[in-house]
């Protein structure tokens, strides 16, 4: 089962990879290769994790909308400031009751790599310069399907899985 997971996601990162190519006519000129971010707060709200458990399953599916799997770029609020935030990678791991998006956010930081609520996903294509990246577990982000970009990249169904079972085992998901 795990080496068809691997086909599987191998062909949908190549069709992710060539809808991304379809999309160089809206990148930003300020910064080569990624589009321009969605200006302000686009109506992503947080919580966390244990308030928003729900099933989880890894479902990638190039339908030209955001599924359970797949990393998006997003605008994201500070916890400090909500009135702040920055354009991010968000792995989806799946929808809420009203249609939209529950995501958790990546990094690239080291330092993350010691803290009990990030864990390592590896690197991937989510990632220009290859780095390993950090999946923050307790803070799910509540983002509007209209408040994505379709640029991003298909998680591996093991990394993913690997997200699912700690959200699982610390967060009471199913």
């Known amino acids: 089962m795990a080496g068809f997971r691997d086909v599987v996601g191998r062909a949908l990162q190549a069709g992710l990879d060539l809808l991304n190519k379809q999309v160089d006519g809206q990148r930003s000129p300020d910064r080569p290769g990624r589009q321009a971010p969605r200006p302000g707060p686009s109506g992503v709200r947080t919580a966390p994790a244990g308030e928003r458990a729900r099933q989880i399953s890894y479902a990638p599916d190039l339908d ?3 599924d359970p799997g ?3 770029w997003t605008w994201v609020p500070f916890e400090e400031d909500a009135s702040q935030g920055k354009d991010r990678p968000v792995l989806v791991v799946a929808r809420a009751e009203h249609g939209d998006l529950l995501g958790l956010m990546l990094s690239s930081q080291g330092h993350r790599r010691d803290d009990a609520h ?3 996903v590896g690197s991937g294509p989510w990632d220009r310069e290859g780095r390993e990246s950090f999946v ?5 982000l509540d983002i509007p399907e209209h408040g994505i970009r379709r640029e991003g990249a298909v998680m591996p169904a093991d990394r993913f899985d690997g997200v699912a079972d700690e959200l699982r085992r610390g967060y009471g998901w199913s």
């Open 64 to 66: 030209g909308a955001a």
């Open 70 to 72: 797949e990393v998006v």
């Open 118 to 120: 990030w864990l390592s």
């Open 136 to 140: 923050r577990l307790d803070r799910v």
